[in-house]
């Protein structure tokens, strides 16, 4: 993508510490955004803040909990003192706790809810009410997963809500198009990170059982993010893009 497709845009987005919330930052700030980058730990979010920064790019952190209603307004509030506006929020953050379903605990039900589905609709909500007074507009991108879309063992409650995060996409069309704000999600599948290489099977298997013969990368889920953020995707809402090199078309379980 042109580097400067994204001048002059402010961004937030939440779980960047890492992984494919950091990629679409990196990307964001080489784009030419101000970037407003949350994550749930301090330290990775001042480390991922800094590595952007090395590179080039302008990013402010601001560490804490992406459910909590009043780090969502902080984080609002930083992108309109420090640059006057808010044009883009990627509400990328989200736990996994994997269960069984007999015995999944009230706690892990409720935490996962908590982060993503109540982080991503209060985050789109706070983030609404800014753009809306804005000429501009805004758009808006969640991050799903194909696992919203097919079953996968012990991820009941998280697929749960990946769905219901498609759905909110779907559903805020009617509430944002006549303020000229768009909003659609993408749904990753399998996916290279600093999690998931900790399992050394991890790569081999989805090789194995992913169509196009491999997992995607942080930088594959990243591109799919910035063409959803950007100028070129300006007439695109209320849709969600599965990027899983196939793997929703055949579904073969990773568990066999």
Not at 8 to 20: E, F, S, Y
Not at 42 to 68: F, R
Not at 188 to 199: N, V
Request: proline share 4%; aromatic share 6%; glycine share 8%.
């Amino acid at each position: 993508m042109n580097k400067t497709t994204l001048t002059d845009k402010v961004a937030i987005i939440t779980g960047a510490g890492v992984g494919i919330g950091l990629e679409i930052a990196r990307q964001l700030a080489n784009a030419g955004a101000q970037v407003i980058l949350n994550n749930r730990t301090a330290q990775l979010t001042m480390e991922a803040a800094e590595k952007i920064t090395q590179e080039g790019g302008n990013c402010i952190p601001v560490p804490g909990d992406s459910s909590d209603r009043a780090v969502i307004q902080q984080l609002v509030d930083t992108a309109v003192s420090r640059f006057g506006k808010l044009d883009i929020v990627i509400a990328n953050a989200g736990i996994t706790l994997f269960g069984d379903f007999f015995s999944y605990t009230p706690e892990a039900f409720y935490r996962v809810l908590q982060v993503n589905l109540g982080g991503t609709f209060f985050l789109a909500q706070a983030a609404a009410n800014q753009m809306k007074n804005q000429p501009s507009g805004g758009t808006l991108l969640f991050t799903s997963s194909v696992t919203g879309h097919q079953a996968h063992q012990n991820l009941e409650a998280y697929g749960m809500t990946k769905a219901a995060i498609e759905m909110l996409a779907k559903s805020l069309v009617i509430e944002l198009s006549p303020y000229r704000i768009s909003v659609n999600a993408i749904a990753p599948g399998a996916t290279l990170t600093e999690r998931t290489l900790e399992d050394p099977e991890y790569e081999k298997t989805w090789s194995r059982i992913t169509p196009m013969g491999s997992p995607a990368t942080v930088a594959d889920i990243a591109a799919a993010a910035l063409f959803f953020v950007s100028d070129a995707a300006r007439h695109v809402t209320g849709q969600t893009l599965i990027i899983d090199g196939g793997w929703t078309s055949v579904s073969p379980s990773p568990m066999n």
